[in-house]
T-cell receptor, first 114, second 117 residues
Framework: DQQVKQNSPSLSVQEGRISILNCDYT??????FLWYKKYPAEGPTFLIS?????DKNEDGRFTVFLNKSAKHLSLHIVPSQPGDSAVYFC?????????????FGTGTRLKVLA | GAGVSQSPRYKVAKRGQDVALRCDPI?????LFWYQQALGQGPEFLTY????????KSGLPSDRFFAERPEGSVSTLKIQRTQQEDSAVYLC???????????????FGPGTRLLVL
């Protein structure tokens, strides 16, 4: 039972354009969501997060949108840069019920073309 | 400051051998997590410590897996009688606290890549 789904295994975007990565979840108890970026042979690096009391969080070129009714979140990167090429994982947790573990999606490989 | 460190970075074991993987969390971080990441998958939760207390070990796949954090800092994940299906990247993460605060970010180490032959 995949509680967090990233249905696009890969995405290619031209440099300077917008990258949109999507994530869907099924567990309505999730109240904290994060995006991590992962380069080969490295651990996941925290990118941006959002709690369920918000619908948008922005940090520089990165914006995360949360649509609770649709159980959907997305990461927007604008403008995309070649250094953004990596695997992006979304993760969710249900802190409010004392379950602090993260549930991860399977990742989306982003390739930004110069 | 220093991030989460893990050692060894790579480990090759013969089937049946025992292995021990070490995690040094960020100084002062109360919570520590272990995850297992198979090829092409996202990390999957194994176990969680708050200080020295192991509060959740629901993700450990079998009783061959054992984790400890005796002094509330460094943690060791031990796998006994390794099997080929144990081959994966083992990730450690720490967070400042997870005692009910809404949204505590976990910071990950580089992982230990385990290959069981």
């Amino acid at each position: 039972d995949q509680q967090v789904k990233q249905n696009s295994p890969s995405l290619s975007v031209q440099e300077g354009r917008i990258s949109i990565l999507n994530c869907d979840y099924t567990n309505s108890m999730f109240d904290y969501f994060l995006w991590y970026k992962k380069y080969p042979a490295e651990g996941p690096t925290f990118l941006i997060s959002i709690s369920s009391i918000k619908d948008k969080n922005e940090d520089g070129r990165f914006t995360v949108f949360l649509n609770k009714s649709a159980k959907h979140l997305s990461l927007h990167i604008v403008p995309s840069q070649p250094g953004d090429s990596a695997v992006y994982f979304c993760a969710a947790s249900a802190n409010g019920v004392g379950t602090y573990k993260y549930i991860f999606g399977t990742g989306t490989r982003l390739k930004v073309l110069a | 400051g220093a991030g989460v460190s893990q050692s060894p970075r790579y480990k090759v074991a013969k089937r049946g051998q025992d292995v021990a993987l070490r995690c040094d969390p960020i100084s002062g971080h109360v919570s520590l997590f272990w995850y297992q990441q198979a090829l092409g998958q996202g990390p999957e939760f194994l176990t969680y410590f708050q200080n020295e207390a192991q509060l959740d070990k629901s993700g450990l796949p079998s009783d061959r897996f054992f984790a400890e954090r005796p002094e509330g800092s460094v943690s060791t994940l031990k796998i006994q009688r390794t099997q080929q299906e144990d081959s994966a990247v083992y990730l450690c993460a720490s967070s400042l606290d997870a005692s009910g605060v809404l949204g505590e970010t976990q910071y990950f180490g580089p992982g230990t890549r385990l290959l069981v032959l």
